[in-house]
């Protein structure tokens, strides 16, 4: 199992404990700034989030067709994110509040890109070329992210989804009534800054692993069935994960099957449900039935067996298996 992270507490210690959004930049080094961690970690309130997923077809219309013919282009994945951050000088202190600006400072600074210096102009600003542009690794609990095949714990900045923003949107809200005092480092003073930060954002997926059906498995050697959410390991292919039994088991591991059937009734007309073939008792008689023999297999316990029947008998393996059982 992977250890995890370790990262300095968010905004302040009275928050250490909440659920963090973690926001990993892959165009810079956050380990180089003032972070000091490979991402940075922002508490969330109120947090919520949608996906979709859409497929794209290109549609074709052709003489005489009533549909077009439409070729599949590829499924692309989008997500949308509302959340709010707030820190209080009383609960989270003086430089709790200062921290909790600074967050949503860094991730709006984190949405330019980065660029690599060449020289100075005359007047002594930077020349530089564009370097690389703001994508990011987001990860939310096990809602969010980029999920081993095996379900494991990664921490809470690990295994992030990768994409890019496509927007990002803060609203203060009522300006008087949305303030609190923060002071940190050297600074003489308390500055009023906002209490609590709206925000929210679109997030467009790039997939870093394989996605797809490959022989009957999806995304192997990739998300395997923790996509889009990480839901754990996943049992075998011949263990029913609900109840950890084989097919054809029941729940306490034991292979019996009851061959009771249900005898016929009669239905008011002197004929009983039992002969006739549409009746509701007779088509679940056949149910019980092919569900039997799938169980059974070639097993002997069920003290099944198979008589020599004529060319001339024309009934299913399922009629002669329902005058045969023994109860």
């Given at each position: 199992?992977?250890?995890?992270s370790k990262?300095?507490?968010?905004?302040?210690?009275?928050?250490?404990?909440?659920?963090?959004?973690?926001?990993?930049?892959?165009?810079?080094?956050?380990?180089?700034?003032?972070?000091?961690?490979h991402?940075?970690l922002?508490?969330?309130?109120?947090?919520?989030?949608?996906?979709?997923?859409?497929?794209?077809?290109?549609?074709?219309?052709?003489?005489?067709?009533?549909?077009?013919?439409?070729?599949?282009?590829?499924?692309?994945?989008?997500?949308?994110?509302?959340f709010?951050?707030?820190?209080?000088?009383i609960?989270d202190?003086p430089?709790?509040?200062?921290?909790?600006?600074?967050?949503?400072?860094?991730?709006?600074?984190l949405?330019?890109?980065?660029?690599?210096?060449?020289?100075?102009?005359?007047?002594?600003?930077?020349?530089?070329?564009?370097?690389?542009p703001?994508?990011?690794?987001i990860?939310?609990?096990?809602?969010?992210?980029?999920?081993?095949?095996?379900?494991?714990?990664?921490?809470?900045?690990?295994?992030?989804?990768?994409?890019?923003?496509?927007?990002?949107?803060?609203?203060?809200g009522?300006?008087?009534?949305?303030?609190?005092?923060?002071?940190?480092?050297?600074?003489?003073?308390?500055?009023?800054?906002?209490?609590?930060?709206?925000?929210n954002?679109?997030?467009?997926?790039?997939?870093?692993?394989?996605?797809?059906?490959?022989?009957?498995?999806?995304?192997?050697?990739?998300?395997?069935?923790?996509?889009?959410?990480?839901?754990?390991?996943w049992?075998?292919?011949?263990?029913d994960?609900?109840?950890?039994?084989k097919?054809?088991?029941?729940?306490d591991?034991?292979?019996?099957?009851?061959?009771k059937?249900?005898?016929g009734?009669?239905?008011?007309?002197?004929v009983?449900?039992?002969?006739?073939?549409?009746?509701?008792?007779?088509?679940?008689?056949?149910?019980?039935?092919?569900?039997?023999?799938?169980?059974?297999?070639?097993?002997?316990?069920?003290?099944?067996?198979?008589?020599?029947?004529?060319?001339?008998?024309?009934?299913?393996?399922?009629?002669?298996?329902?005058?045969?059982?023994?109860?």
């Amino acid at each position: 199992m992977a250890k995890k992270s370790k990262a300095p507490p968010p905004v302040s210690h009275f928050k250490s404990g909440f659920k963090v959004l973690s926001f990993e930049p892959l165009h810079i080094s956050l380990k180089d700034t003032v972070v000091g961690h490979h991402a940075l970690l922002i508490p969330v309130e109120d947090f919520s989030f949608s996906q979709q997923f859409n497929l794209s077809y290109n549609q074709q219309d052709a003489y005489g067709r009533m549909d077009p013919i439409a070729t599949y282009s590829g499924t692309r994945r989008s997500m949308r994110f509302d959340f709010k951050c707030s820190a209080h000088h009383i609960f989270d202190g003086p430089a709790g509040v200062v921290n909790n600006i600074r967050n949503i400072n860094l991730l709006t600074q984190l949405l330019y890109p980065a660029y690599f210096e060449t020289g100075t102009t005359i007047n002594g600003e930077p020349t530089a070329v564009l370097g690389a542009p703001p994508f990011f690794r987001i990860k939310y609990g096990n809602y969010v992210g980029s999920f081993p095949a095996g379900g494991e714990f990664t921490g809470e900045s690990e295994n992030g989804l990768t994409g890019f923003i496509g927007g990002l949107s803060h609203n203060i809200g009522a300006t008087p009534k949305n303030v609190a005092f923060g002071k940190q480092g050297k600074d003489k003073g308390y500055r009023a800054l906002p209490r609590e930060i709206k925000a929210n954002f679109d997030f467009t997926v790039v997939h870093d692993q394989l996605v797809g059906w490959y022989q009957g498995k999806f995304s192997p050697n990739g998300y395997g069935h923790n996509f889009p959410y990480n839901a754990g390991e996943w049992k075998k292919k011949d263990t029913d994960a609900r109840t950890g039994t084989k097919p054809g088991t029941n729940v306490d591991g034991s292979t019996a099957v009851s061959a009771k059937i249900v005898t016929g009734t009669n239905d008011g007309d002197g004929v009983s449900s039992a002969d006739d073939p549409n009746s509701m008792e007779t088509m679940l008689q056949h149910q019980q039935a092919e569900r039997a023999i799938e169980a059974i297999g070639e097993s002997s316990a069920y003290a099944y067996s198979e008589p020599t029947y004529s060319v001339l008998d024309s009934r299913s393996n399922t009629d002669r298996w329902l005058k045969n059982i023994k109860p």
